[in-house]
């Protein structure tokens, strides 16, 4: 896509942020909202009037929450909206796919659910994917943070609100290399998160040097910190990032997988 951008004299476009902006949006977003009307769908037979009675409170949902989220985090990208219109979407007309099932099934909800076939909840386990992998490439894109700062032991830079304080460096002996790491402790208020340990490695085949990046991953979000060059003074370059939800990615692609296995 991008040489034919270029072929047609259109204008030159990178494999990264913007090809991602200007491509896989526009070509993903009616296929998502496609993803919630199929379910519902007769075959040949889909009434418009019909589809959209029974996902008018979905829609509801998904756009309230598109609009309250900005709102409410102080956050107001147009990705960040329409990554949660997307996932509330999803997740919404999930949910009425899953009572749609069940409607005629009183008092054994249970036993409608259990009797659908594998494939049916294959679909739905993929759908909720599809819907966490979203969340995790909004987060990411909305709210991550980043910076490199020089600290030294006994120096602290902050990230949002959380103290990175630089405790030590040591030497260090491994296998097949030797390191500098570093102790960096991590706060939030007067409560010890996490001790980072990033290493600068030196590899004694190669005499390449290489940075072991010291990662924090939870499901709310990931804490990287590298260990950078010496920059005089007992001091280093740190660089330290925060990339919230980013482990929803692949856990949307585990969900889609399964779906696909079932």
């Known amino acids: 896509y991008p040489l034919f951008l270029d072929a047609l004299g259109l ?7 913007p090809y991602f902006d200007t491509v896989f949006v526009p070509l993903m ?20 009037p019909d589809l959209s009675r029974r996902l008018a409170w979905a829609a509801g949902v998904a756009v ?9 985090t102080g956050h107001g990208s147009v990705w960040t909206a329409l990554g949660v219109l997307l996932v509330a979407w999803v997740v919404a007309s999930s949910v009425v796919a899953l009572l749609q099932v069940t409607q005629h099934a009183r008092g054994r909800r249970l036993a409608a659910l259990a009797a659908q076939p594998r ?16 969340a995790g490439v909004a987060g990411v894109k909305s709210f991550e943070q980043e910076k490199t700062v020089r600290m030294k032991p006994g120096s602290t830079a902050t ?9 030590r ?20 208020g007067d409560r ?15 005499g390449m040097p290489m940075t072991e990046a010291a990662i924090r991953a939870r499901l709310a979000g990931d804490l ?9 003074d007992d001091s280093f370059g740190v660089s330290l990032r925060s990339k919230p939800l980013v482990s929803w990615i692949w856990g949307g692609c585990l969900l889609m997988a399964l779906g696909g296995a079932l």
């Open 64 to 72: 309230v929450a598109a609009v309250a989220t900005p709102l409410v």
């Open 29 to 48: 977003a009616p296929a998502v909202f496609l993803m919630g009307v199929g379910p519902l769908a007769r075959w040949k037979s889909a009434s418009l």
């Open 192 to 206: 010890v998160i996490t001790v980072l340990k990033p290493e600068k490695r030196l590899y004694n085949s190669s």
């Open 119 to 134: 494939h049916w909840w294959g679909m739905w386990l993929a759908h909720l994917g599809v819907a966490a992998f979203i």
């Open 224 to 232: 990287y910190v590298s260990l950078g060059d010496s920059v005089g």
């Open 11 to 17: 204008g030159k476009i990178s494999v990264g942020p």
């Open 169 to 188: 460096i040591d030497e260090v002996q491994g296998p097949n290399y030797r390191a500098l790491r570093a102790q960096i402790t991590v706060l939030k």
């Open 159 to 167: 990230l949002g609100d959380q103290l990175f304080r630089f405790e």
